[in-house]
């Protein structure tokens, strides 16, 4: 039985998502003539989608801010243990799946030895995984999970492949675990999800889980298990203008149907794709304008041991990288440019 001491004001002061509560719920007015009125605030339509779904994904731009807070929030309702076992990431170095166990279950885990979770990833060293939301996605769940009894509370399950960086020396062994990384999820979430009677939320980049995105994680879940998918992916289009943020709105019916996806998403391997055909609804987080990026500390990689190892790393990688952008201040904004690159 959940501790009565536990309220939700209580638990949304720990995970730091109190201030943005008003977002989440019911935005209490009825869509513009181009959204129509099945349009629902986003715990609403995940809750919603595992109805009928074992398995939800959520398709994010990496490192926004605001989808990040939308996770946090999301993570933090109180209905949610109710239909979700588990959260299934990209941001994890499989590896490290013990260490996460015992971090969300409420045990004690260095913190040199958690940021191995996200910083030794097959994205390394062009996504280091430093942005504080993804930090805070892991102690948001470990917070969750301190109010729910032992069996119902939220397994984190990594997704990416387990890359032993103190064993790399060479872009090609690198490049083996890049090219296992949509197999690797797609059987990771059949034998510790499906194969179990389990429900998940998969959280991934959107290219990953999009219906008509060949050989990804998504169409291999699909494909393998006979199972759909319920895809909801964060997007953004100037006749979205006015609505409510965190506001996910169905394609089936709607305008969004037909729109091509590479335009929608900013997506040019998708021009031509209409986006009802490669995701089931589409979260509006607001304008590009007003989208902003979660970033890093520059004073983070000031330490040397970790800053020699990014340098190994990126020389491995033909020194590609300009790590010198890690410590330097970086603008805020998402983007100001217009949305898509389709003809």
Known sequence: ???????????????????????????????????????????????????????????????????????????????????????????GNARYQPVVDRFVAGGAVDDAVLRQVWRDTTQSPAGTGDQPIREQFFRTVRAVNWTLPPQRRIRVLLGDPPIDWSKISTQAQVDTFLEQRDAHVAALVEREVLSKGRRALICYGSGHVLHASADHAVSLIEEHTGRRVHVIVSGTHPRLAGQPRRTVIPCAGTW??????????????????????????????????????????PAIFLDPVYWAELQRRNAINGNHLDLEQYRQPQPIGWSTGSPGHCG
């Open 1 to 91: 039985m959940t501790d009565p001491r536990w309220t939700r004001r209580r638990l949304l002061a720990v995970t730091g998502a109190g201030a943005a509560l008003g977002g989440l719920l019911p935005a209490g007015r009825a869509g513009e003539s181009s959204v129509p009125a099945r349009a629902t605030d986003f715990a609403r339509a995940v809750l919603a989608g595992f109805d009928r779904h074992r398995l939800v994904a959520l398709g994010e731009a990496h490192g926004q801010q605001e989808h990040g807070d939308a996770l946090q929030l999301l993570l933090a309702d109180p209905r949610l243990p109710e239909v979700v076992d588990d959260v299934v990431v990209e941001f």
């Open 256 to 297: 969004l149907a037909s729109v091509d996806a590479g335009q929608f998403m900013d997506a040019p391997p998708l021009c031509g794709t209409p986006l009802g055909k490669a995701a089931d609804a589409v979260l509006y987080l607001g304008q590009r304008a007003e989208l902003t990026r979660s970033l890093w500390n």
